[in-house]
């Protein structure tokens, strides 16, 4: 589908843009990792939000995005997993999926950026990041999907149901994971192969294996956007939140401290009125 502003994150930050873009008449998606995974649904309570004292955080994560989607924002469930921009446009891969759109808010939220030991000399050649795009390459092989965000035991599951041979690497067994799926209690992990990957080593213990799903709730931002600037992991923006790339805004936690919600929540304001006027210059 094509947006005039597509949002990446469904936090405070990327569902204040989104309203934002929407109150000036722009269509919007906003593209999200389950919501299990936001910061603010990890929040017992929040005192500090003007206007909602001792609110829960996951209730207020709920109304944010109740007020999007009223207000007529899509949504799509998934992680982008890159952004190419292309003739003025920008084209986001969510799993196999392809959205369009005329700017873009980043509003990821803190991305965790350390990869794994032998992660990115394997990517492509045995480390993937999305079992949708990749699962059916490893039919009736062994794979390890290394668990990090809420979604992955349904991805474990998925994979399973196209054959692979499936096991579970985390630092706890998740609730929802199949029963008949081995899992392995891992702290310390590292993709093991030459050209290819022959193992996951976990806790000094080797998981042969073909392939490894790495699933993390986001993406490292240099893969998700190649030439984003950024600075200690965190995205460079001027005071319209503009990033480094014309067309991209960024808003929230992702562009550094203090983290909090009214911060996100006035900064994904700025982004998402930025962005509108950056795709009115666009069609003029
Ligand atoms: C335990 C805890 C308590 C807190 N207490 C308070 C408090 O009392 N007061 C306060 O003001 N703040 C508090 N915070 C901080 C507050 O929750 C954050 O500052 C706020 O949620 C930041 O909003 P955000 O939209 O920038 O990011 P987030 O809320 O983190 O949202 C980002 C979203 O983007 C998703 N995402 C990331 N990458 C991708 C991708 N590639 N594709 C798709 N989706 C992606 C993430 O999964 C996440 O859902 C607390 C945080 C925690 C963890």
Redesign the pocket.
Known sequence: MSYDIAV????????SAAVQGLTRGKSVVV?????R?????????????LGFPQAE?AQL?TRFREHAEAMGAAWIS????NIMPAGGRFYLG?GSDMEEAGAVVL?????QAARLPGEAEHLGRGVSYCATCDGMLYRNRPVVVVGK?AHAPEEAAYLQGLGCRVTYAAARRPEELPPDIPFVKAGRLEIVGEDQVCALRADGEEVPCDGVFILR???ALTD?LPGLETEEGRIVVDRSMATSIPGVFA????TGL???????VGE?QVAGHRASEYVDRQTV
């Not at 509003?107 to 991305?111: I, K, N, S, Y």
């Not at 203090?258 to 996100?264: D, E, F, G, M, N």
Request: charged content about 15%; proline content about 5%; overall charge positive.
């Open positions: 990446v994150g469904g936090g405070p930050a990327g569902l593209i999200s990792s389950d919501l995974d936001n910061a603010l649904y990890k929040a017992r309570r929040v005192d500090n939000y955080g994560l998934g992680r982008v997993l969510v509003a990821t939220g803190v991305v965000s709730p986001t993406m998700l808003a929230g936690d992702c203090p983290h909090q919600v009214s911060k996100a994904g």
